[in-house]
């Protein structure tokens, strides 16, 4: 049979399925369940049309539009691809994949223009009780495997619909693992380490796709199993190996625009909820305020994450953040609390090659003429070769007095100046 026969019977199958078939409840029913009734309703419209396929084809005409009905369509291959780490679909024939930090092209056109793109779309967020229309143009939602999904479309996107799929890895990564890749020194892990058993406030900084959730995650793992743990994410991303664990979801609005909850709000739940750590997947507006307190009055070894390029601007980001709320304080006395609320900044990049390393971990020292004084321990010297190297600045921090109270006695030699191998 010929291709546009193909495309014809695959075209008039999916329209049938979604009429004869509950979608919810094919992806509902096992895999082996879901290919017998598709390949029914395929059968059915084959005898309807009086047309014989091959067998091959069949199977692949099957496996599509079973795709295309209850699962990611032409795009199914590609979520299942462990390799790929985000799929960005620009148009019908503009799709991307990120393989390893990475950007490449697809090179088959995968869509049959833009109606299938807003159909998956629709289908993604509409058992979530979310909408993309011209009204609501833009959603965020996250698929059952924990892959977080924004979606844009006209008229705010010129383009047509836009959606970008960043898939999560189902095994957790540790800290051997961001050794073994050189994605952070040993020195520098090691230092980290104390301050996260030390109850020491860090923020992790870093432009978007850095690894900013990865590394929280990873220096999560370094938190005592007897402490009692709350995470707060606007979508949930962290999946920490901890046994007490109480994890926070924000909201968004319903299509009548009702029942928002934003981070704000569950950061000032947490505070009721007798935690032993405050874990915040991202500062983005006025939660930075009531976090910033919660720092401040007696809840230390708090972690999160903020967009910022570098551990300077990052101070700047959340002093901006803070005056977003609702709460009129003047500025000096919002930066007095930010220099005294974070203790430890640490700031990423991502390389021309596509590795993630930790570019400078940074401490901050008071405030200066009322300014924070951010002073670098640990930084990454990139080379011409492309590998580069962590090393120490020579700088000895105040912060390890606090730490050695705490029980966790690092020693000034680790901070002593040289390059550990990257």
Do not use: Y
């Amino acid at each position: 049979m010929s291709r546009d026969a193909l495309t014809l019977v695959r075209r008039e199958l999916r329209d049938q399925l979604r009429q004869r078939v509950d979608a919810r409840g094919l992806a509902a029913a096992p895999p082996t369940e879901r290919r017998l009734r598709v390949r029914e309703e395929a059968m059915a419209v084959l005898r309807e049309r009086g047309a014989i396929l091959p067998a091959r084809d069949l199977a692949r005409v099957v496996n599509e539009v079973s795709d295309d009905v209850v699962g990611f369509g032409p795009i199914e291959f590609l979520l299942k691809d462990p390799s790929v780490t985000e799929v960005m679909v620009n148009g019908p024939d503009d799709v991307f994949v990120e393989r390893e930090g990475r950007i490449e092209r697809v090179p088959d056109r995968l869509f049959e223009g833009e109606e299938p793109i807003l159909h998956l779309i629709e289908r993604i967020v509409g058992p979530l009780g979310l909408r993309v229309d011209q009204a609501s143009p833009w959603v965020d939602a996250r698929l059952p495997d924990g892959s977080r999904v924004h979606a844009i479309v006209p008229p705010l996107s010129l383009r047509g619909p836009v959606l970008t799929i960043r898939r999560f890895s189902q095994v957790a990564i540790e800290a051997r693992d961001l050794l073994d890749t050189c994605s952070v020194g040993p020195r520098a892990l090691r230092f980290l380490a104390a301050c996260v058993r030390g109850r020491a406030n860090i923020v992790i900084s870093g432009g978007a796709g850095s690894g900013k959730t990865t590394l929280l995650g990873v220096l999560s793992g370094f938190i005592p199993d007897e402490e009692r743990l709350i995470t707060i994410e606007d979508a949930a991303e962290l999946r920490l190996a901890k046994p007490h664990v109480v994890s926070l979801e924000a909201r968004p609005a319903n299509v009548e625009g009702r029942g928002e909850i934003t981070v704000r709000h569950l950061v000032r739940n947490a505070l009721r909820m007798r935690p032993d750590r405050i874990i915040v997947g991202e500062v983005r507006g006025g939660e930075a305020l009531d976090m910033l307190q919660a720092m401040n009055t007696g809840h230390e070894g708090s972690l999160s994450t903020a967009h910022a390029n570098s551990s300077r601007h990052l101070l700047w980001r959340l002093e901006t953040m803070a005056m977003m709320s609702d709460v009129a304080l003047p500025a000096a006395h919002i930066r007095a609390q930010v220099a005294a609320a974070i203790d430890v900044v640490v700031q990423l990049a991502r390389l021309r090659d596509g590795r993630r390393v930790v570019w400078e971990v940074a401490v901050v020292e008071g405030t200066r003429r009322g300014e924070p004084v951010v002073e670098p321990v640990f930084r990454f010297r990139p080379r011409e070769s492309g590998a580069g190297r962590f090393g120490a600045s020579g700088m000895i921090p105040a912060l390890l007095d606090v730490l050695q109270q705490r029980g966790e006695d690092v020693g000034e030699e680790l901070f002593a100046v040289g390059e550990d191998a990257g």
